[in-house]
């Protein structure tokens, strides 16, 4: 299970990245802006969401198998 806690960790990551990188570009008080900060306050809970997961080596599935 750590391997898909780990691709959520690494997608959400370069999305953050991505949305970093297009922050010049993005007027304040627009809609983009306002979409912007949301996807990054998503994006920022997914990363760190994923690597409590992988610390914790947590497997949601566990009981079921």
Known sequence: ???VWRA???ASAV???FLILA???IERGTG???ISVVSFAMLAVI???SAAFIRADWDP???LW
């Open 61 to 63: 599935f566990e009981d």
């Open 8 to 10: 959520f960790l690494t």
């Open 15 to 17: 999305l953050l990245g």
């Open 32 to 34: 983009t802006f306002l």
């Open 1 to 3: 299970m750590t391997t």
């Open 23 to 25: 922050i010049p570009f």
């Open 47 to 49: 990363f760190v969401a």
